[in-house]
């Protein structure tokens, strides 16, 4: 696609229920990031895919949250017994370049957990 | 850990008026920097980087930003603000390890007609 492919573009979860969040990069572009934004903040990294494979997920905050990329193109990241403190704007990211310089981000999905 | 920090929360400024925005990181080489811009419920647009070479870089929209390696600063410019450069602009470091990017907290530009 022309762009970075995010859905849904908003999300409302109760406390403790399952989401996936889909991110749809840009065709070709091997690399794939997600980052998390909270309210007031700036993105926060969160996972690296190069490919099929995560390469750096050091961000993830607990064992809550997985993301995959089986096909190495679309990604899904999933967070398990979602928590009030999950709700944040969760933005992917694609480049072709494998250094990530200078990636395209999509418009995000709006998580809230209630 | 690398570390940005951008010291102005908001700014106000007229339109017409020139603007700086503030960026400082703490990193021991020199990182890549770049600069994003986000508009309410929109994604980040990247308006500039650097990653060696001229000081001074230009990007998109009229904006430029100069790396003082002295300072650790990578300060973002525009001579004449227009109204529709209202958002919210984040400052970046990408030490090249992995390929993520360290966000500062972002600095929110108002303008007024």
């Known amino acids: 696609g022309a762009g970075v492919s995010q859905t849904p573009s908003n999300k409302v979860t109760e406390k403790g229920k399952y989401v996936e969040l889909r991110c749809d990069p840009i065709?070709?572009?091997?690399?794939l990031y997600w980052y998390r934004q909270s309210l007031g903040q700036g993105p926060e990294f969160l996972i690296y895919f190069q490919g099929t494979g995560a390469a750096d997920d050091s961000g993830l905050p607990n064992d809550r949250f997985f993301a995959v990329r089986p096909e190495g193109s679309v990604s899904t990241l999933k967070i398990q017994r979602t928590e009030r403190g999950d709700s944040a704007v969760y933005l992917c990211a694609s480049s072709s370049d494998p250094g990530g310089r200078g990636y395209t981000f999509g418009s995000g999905t709006r998580l809230t957990v209630v | 850990a690398q570390s940005v920090t951008q010291p102005d929360i908001h700014i106000t400024v007229s339109e017409g008026a020139s603007l700086e925005l503030r960026c400082n990181y703490s990193?021991?080489?020199?990182?890549?920097l770049f600069w994003y811009v986000q508009s309410p419920g929109q994604g980040l647009q990247l308006l500039l980087k650097y990653f060696s070479g001229d000081t001074l870089v230009q990007g998109i929209k009229g904006f430029e930003a100069e790396f003082k390696r002295s300072q650790s600063s990578f300060n973002l410019r525009k001579p004449s603000v227009h109204w529709s450069d209202a958002a919210e602009y984040f400052c970046?470091?990408?030490?090249?390890?992995?390929?993520?990017?360290?966000f500062g907290t972002g600095t929110r530009l108002q303008v007024t007609l």
């Open positions: 065709s070709g572009h091997t690399a």
């Open positions: 970046a470091v990408d030490t090249g390890t992995a390929s993520k990017l360290t």
């Open positions: 990193y021991g080489a020199t990182p890549y």
